[in-house]
């Protein structure tokens, strides 16, 4: 752990449960940055098709991180473009102007070629036997956060009490060298403030103890947060005793606390319209390109247990991805956000 860090809170996604209806992006974008000037094209949270280019586009090919152990690398600074997103509409014109259906929606600026979810399902293999799956994507919250030691103004920081990596605005000037070092890309330039933004974890509601909006808001039940030290939590167990929830690109070095339930996908059809059981609908190559050599085994332990539980055994994992009640995905940060009064 970061020595500046006496807990960690992590994340996880089950996708084999997430649907891609954006409910975590829109109610992130809703409460933190909708109406704040410059920040149109940010999505502090994604949810994107893969396999995808996803947002920024192509950010897997950017570089930052620790790849190899070699020591902090300085990757590419996505282009706005690459970004995309940031639309106005002739909302006005259509909606108000009295011209009938002589005139229709357009975009009246904003980016041409990308945005946040531009290849929408289009996916990966041939029919029939094509496939694709949601993948949520946030600030990882790394346990080694590249963008904090680039950072030449001392602006980002680690918090002691949940290891949230956070940003002094006042300290930032604006240099995107954070941007450079992610090797996620989920960080962002705010050019009417001239400072760079990113996922803040939600960190006035977890003050009081209510849980991030994107754990909270999804219909789901495919997100969970908790402390990886709490052996009761469920983040924990999907973590560290069950070992089947897996970072995202373990191989950049930055230890990220955002993990995720591998997608397991239905068997690939045969020619005779059957199935076969023995092979792989999505290709074990790519997923081990996203979540590393542990994929495998993680995969192997979800048939095994989802085996178990159709057979009417019991199965403490099956329990916890079914996720009964969906409070116990916000483990301690359960408190109804209604019924505080926020200053």
């Known amino acids: 752990m970061n020595p500046g860090s006496r807990r960690q809170l992590a994340w996880v996604f089950d996708l084999n449960k997430c649907i891609g209806c954006q409910t975590c992006s829109v109610a992130c974008k809703v409460l933190w940055n909708d109406k704040e000037e410059g920040a149109d094209h940010q999505w502090w949270m994604t949810v994107n098709t893969q396999p995808g280019r996803g947002t920024p586009r192509d950010w897997e090919t950017m570089g930052g991180g620790y790849p190899g152990n070699d020591g902090i690398q300085l990757g590419k600074l996505p282009t706005p473009e690459e970004f995309g997103g940031g639309w106005d509409f002739n909302y006005d014109e259509v909606l108000r102007g009295g011209h009938g259906r002589s005139v229709h929606l357009e975009k009246t600026s904003g980016s041409k070629s990308w945005g946040m979810n531009w290849d929408e399902d289009e996916g990966g293999g041939e029919f029939p036997n094509a496939y694709y799956f949601y993948l949520p994507r946030m600030c990882n919250h790394c346990t080694r956060p590249a963008c904090l030691e680039a ?45 760079s933004q990113h996922c803040i974890g939600c960190f006035p509601r977890i003050e009081k103890g209510v849980a991030p909006a994107c754990v909270r808001q999804c219909p789901g039940r495919a997100a969970f947060i908790g402390f990886l030290d709490d052996e009761a939590g469920y983040v924990s167990k999907l973590v ?96 109804d956000p209604a019924e505080i009064t926020w200053s």
């Open 151 to 195: 950072c030449p103004s001392d602006a980002l920081f680690k918090r002691e009490e949940d290891g949230l990596v956070l940003r002094d605005e006042d300290a930032c000037q604006g240099n995107e060298q954070c941007a450079r070092a992610c090797p996620y890309k989920k960080i962002y330039f705010n050019k009417a403030r001239k400072v």
């Open 240 to 335: 560290r005793k069950w070992k089947v929830a897996l970072p995202l690109h373990p191989e950049m070095g930055t230890e990220p606390n955002v993990y995720y339930v591998p997608p397991l996908a239905p068997a690939p059809l045969r020619e005779d319209g059957g199935f076969d059981e023995n092979a792989q609908r999505i290709p074990m190559a790519y997923l081990e390109s996203l979540f590393g050599g542990s994929v495998r085994g993680a995969l192997d332990v979800l048939r095994s247990e989802l085996d178990r539980k159709r057979r009417g055994l019991d199965s403490e994992l099956m329990d916890l991805l079914i996720l009964y009640r969906w409070q116990d995905a916000l483990g301690h940060l359960d408190r």
